[in-house]
């Protein structure tokens, strides 16, 4: 006769996924959020650069954020004010250039800008010997440094305004350094009337110290000194 198992139910703990900060913990006010989206249809490389775009803005962006040819700006707008999103970053090409224009909702201002060139991050990728890319590299929002902007002009303060809040704000007394892996940096040349949009990976590194005491510092392992008469041998080397 057939014997019947009876089979426990085993109930497993949904993972709840950590909540992002909705408030400044700086000003106070609510951390700026954006949308990266096309306005009509873009090839292929703007295609790629609006991606790269997106992970320039993490973490407090849509990186998936869907689009379709009967989008309107209204309907990004209808949607901006419940998702507490304060930006818009829009690619757009005409037939004689690409542009870009940053805006900031829903009542403005709103910048743009030709974009005169442009590197894709795969580009940079092939072009370095050793690309760093940690795992957490995206995980907090880059620094944002910006260099000859301090002219004067109106137009020029305006853009200092609007990228200095598109990322959220950070207590230089209380920001911990492992947290800063990323910078935009904006430099504007006077002569040129251009500015330069970069995006940098950066990492803390000790520094007037010899190359074995770098090492020492940043895998802290306990070097082999059993041969040696005096550590400062080790260090000399």
């Known amino acids: 006769m057939a014997r019947f198992r009876n089979k426990k139910k085993v109930f497993v703990k949904p993972v709840s996924k950590k909540q992002q900060a909705t ?4 000003t106070g006010d609510k951390i700026p959020r954006s949308f990266v989206f096309s306005r009509y249809r873009l090839p292929g ?3 790629q650069l609006q991606a790269d775009l997106r992970k ?3 973490p407090y962006t849509a990186l998936k954020l869907k689009e379709n040819r009967r989008n309107k700006l209204k ?4 949607v901006a004010g419940p998702m507490g999103v304060t930006h818009f970053l829009m690619l757009s090409k005409t037939p004689t250039a690409p542009y870009l224009r940053v805006a900031r909702t829903p009542q403005g201002p709103t910048l743009t800008f030709k974009i005169q060139e442009y590197s894709l991050a795969t580009d940079v990728v092939r072009s370095q010997l050793r690309p760093r890319c940690p795992q957490d590299l995206f995980k907090n929002a880059p620094l944002i440094v910006l260099s000859g902007f301090g002219t004067g002009e109106q137009h020029l303060k305006l853009t200092t305004i609007l ?5 959220p704000s950070i207590d230089v007394n209380t920001v911990k350094l492992s947290s800063c892996q990323r910078i935009v940096l904006l430099n504007y040349n006077k002569d040129t009337k251009l500015i330069d949009f970069r995006h940098y990976s950066i990492r803390l590194q000790p520094v007037g ?3 074995r005491l ?6 802290h392992q306990v070097p082999d000194l059993r041969n040696l008469q005096d550590g400062w041998l080790w260090i000399r080397k």
Do not use: A, E, T
């Open 23 to 26: 408030v400044d913990h700086v």
């Open 45 to 47: 490389p703007l295609k």
């Open 56 to 58: 320039l803005m993490l």
């Open 75 to 78: 309907d990004f707008l209808n």
């Open 163 to 167: 990228f200095q809040n598109i990322f």
């Open 209 to 211: 110290v010899s190359r």
């Open 214 to 219: 770098r090492r020492f510092v940043q895998n």
